[in-house]
């Protein structure tokens, strides 16, 4: 009789352990860029009993389980973009799914526009590619052998060339992230350089903006 008495509280007490697990990490959605290394981590106040993940679609990864707690961790491909992640507990409790999104390079530049601002200087303004939450995208602007990165808060560039002549001048944006190079844009901008004249006649003075041959 001690024996079975004994088995009986044992029993309750896995049942009423069991039913009160509750969730004290849960996985949050991640944005990242192509083949960085991401860990979705879960855990809930009853140690005994750790928790494990569940994906849709099922992903290559490496779970880790361990005193309430676990760790799922994977290399960000195309292939996982947008696969959804919860969190199961021993008594069929469940997280809020969570996402994966993975940035790749980014798409080139739109509504690229270009124009000579005055007589020394050329000026281009573009809008940026999409680009997920928090990450970012920054740009290699190139005009014959002349270079400039600039970074995501920056949609425009003047360009004045050291020794401006009469041409056409190319203009190629190259975007690129963490992840590489995306893709390139480009546009022509006519330049007439000019130089100013000042003359003086009989207390008149006259200015003319002459091009430069």
Do not use: H
Not at 89 to 102: C, H, I, P, Q, R
Not at 114 to 126: A, K, R, T, V
């Amino acid at each position: 009789m001690v024996s079975n008495f004994k088995f009986t509280l044992f029993t309750l007490f896995i049942v009423s352990d069991v039913n009160s697990i509750s969730f004290t990490i849960v996985p949050e959605t991640q944005y990242v860029y192509v083949n960085d290394a991401v860990t979705f981590e879960c855990a809930t106040n009853v140690t005994q009993y750790p928790p494990s993940f569940v994906t849709n679609p099922s992903v290559d990864g490496s779970e880790l389980t361990s005193a309430g707690l676990a760790s799922l961790t994977l290399t960000a491909t195309s292939e996982v973009n947008g696969t959804e992640f919860t969190c199961k507990a021993l008594n069929g409790a469940t997280t809020e799914l969570a996402y994966l999104y993975v940035q790749g390079p980014p798409d080139s530049v739109s509504s690229l526009t270009g124009y000579q601002l005055d007589s020394c200087c050329m000026f281009i303004s573009w809008y940026p590619p999409f680009t997920l939450p928090g990450l970012t995208v920054q740009y290699i602007i190139s005009v014959g052998t002349d270079q400039q990165y600039l970074n995501d808060s920056i949609t425009n560039y003047t360009y004045c060339p050291m020794n401006p002549t009469n041409k056409q001048y190319l203009f190629n944006i190259t975007t690129t992230n963490k992840a590489g190079n995306g893709s390139t844009s480009n546009i022509t901008v006519g330049f007439q350089s000019t130089r100013l004249i000042i003359a003086s006649y009989d207390n008149f003075i006259v200015i003319v903006n002459s091009s430069v041959k």
